[in-house]
C-alpha cells in the first residue's frame, strides 16, 4: 500500500514589526526559528516542505537552500499571511494528501505532535485535524487538500480560521502534550518566554499533566508520583546547595512520569522510551533505572539514584522510609525466594545511595 503524502507550508514573510527583530532568524540554540520548524517537519517525514518568504527574503533564503526545501516569494507579502497560504497552495505537489500550516512565530512545535496529527488524519479520516493543549486549539493545523480550492478562491477576509470554520464538522481536536503550539511570538517578551521553555529540557508542569492524562495514569498512581517528585526534589534541593548542580525541570518531570507506563510488564523501560519518543531522552534515562539500578558508591550522585531512592522510601503517597518499605516488602515475598533476593537487592542497591546522599549533607540530611 502506498503511503500518503504530506506537506507543510511555513510562513516567513511578513516584517515582524512588533517584534523589532527579524523573528524567522532569531536563535533557539544553534538554530533559526525558521530553521527549527523546517527540522521539526523533516523528522516527521514530511515530503513537500515549501517555505513562503517576502520581507527581506534573501536572508531567510541563505539560511534554508542547503535544507532541502522549497522556497517560493510572495510579492504580495504585505497583504497578510492569507496571500501566503495561498501561494504556498500553488506549488503543493499535486500527490499531496494533505498540508500543515506554520506561522515562522509559532516556532517550537514538537515531532510528536505532528506525529500525533499524521496518525489521527489515517485514524478518523475528517479533512481537518487541530492540536489542542490544555483545552486550547494551537498551530500547525492539518488541512486535506480537498479544501485548496475553497480556500484559494476565497477574499481572505477574517483569514484561514473564518475559512475553516465552515467546515467544522469535518474537522476533529486533538489534545497533545505539547505547550509550544500555543507560544507564539509577537514581542521581545514573549521571544524570551520561548527560549525559557526552550532551554527546560524536560515537559513543564502542564505538559507533565497532560502526558500522564494521555496514558490514561489512574489517581492512586498520581498521587503516589507526587509523593515521589517531592521527596527527589527536596534531596536535590540539598545537594544543590552542596557541590551538585542538578537540573529541577528534568527531575520534577521524571518524579511525576516514572510510573507513566506503570500497567506494562517492565514499566521503567518502558516509560522510559514513550519520553524518549516525545523529545525527552534526558528524562526517559533517569526514569529507566527506578526499578533496577547499580550504583557505584565511588562515583558521584546522579539524578536516577534519586529518583530510584525516592520511590523506594515511599508506599503509595506517603513517605515511611527505606526499612519499613523494606520489611513489608520482605513479609509479602517470604515464601517466594526469588522474588525475596530481587528485594533485597533492590533494597540493598537503595541503601547504598542513602549513604552516599549522607556522606554529602551529613547532619542536614532528610527526605523532607
Known sequence: ???????????????????????????????????????????SKIDDIIVIVGHRENEVIDVIKNLGVKWIKNEDYSKGMFSSIVKGMEVLKKDVKGFFMNPVDIPLIKTH??????????????????????????????????????????????????????????????????????????????????????????????????????????????????????????????????????NKDIMLAAGLLHDLARKEKNHAKEGAKILSDLGYPNVGKIIATHMDIEVNEEDNITEGELLYLADKVVQEDELVGLEKRFSEYSSRFSNNPEALNKVRKRFGEARKIEKKIKSVLGKDFSYE
Do not use: W
Open 1 to 43: 500500500m502506498e503511503k500518503n503524502k504530506y506537506g507543510a507550508i511555513i510562513i516567513s514573510a511578513g516584517y515582524s514589526s512588533r517584534m523589532g527583530d527579524f523573528k524567522p532568524l532569531l536563535k533557539f540554540g544553534e538554530y533559526t526559528a525558521v530553521e527549527m520548524i523546517i527540522n521539526t517537519f523533516k523528522a
Open 113 to 246: 505532535t505532528i506525529n500525533m496529527l499524521k496518525d489521527k488524519y489515517m485514524e478518523c479520516g475528517k479533512g481537518i485535524v487541530y492540536p489542542k493543549f490544555n483545552g486550547k486549539l494551537g498551530h500547525p493545523p492539518f488541512i486535506d487538500c480537498k479544501y485548496k480550492s475553497e480556500i484559494m478562491k476565497s477574499d481572505g477576509e477574517g483569514g484561514l480560521k473564518r475559512i475553516l470554520e465552515k467546515f467544522d464538522k469535518d474537522s476533529i481536536k486533538v489534545s497533545v502534550p505539547d505547550q509550544g503550539i500555543l507560544m507564539d511570538m509577537d514581542i521581545k517578551e514573549d521571544y524570551k518566554k520561548l527560549l525559557e521553555y526552550f532551554y527546560l529540557g524536560a515537559p513543564n508542569l502542564e505538559e507533565c499533566y497532560c502526558i500522564l492524562d494521555l496514558y490514561g495514569v489512574p489517581c492512586n498512581i498520581r498521587r503516589h508520583s507526587d509523593k515521589v517528585s517531592e521527596i527527589a526534589l527536596n534531596i536535590l534541593n540539598k545537594l544543590n546547595s552542596k557541590e551538585y548542580n542538578f
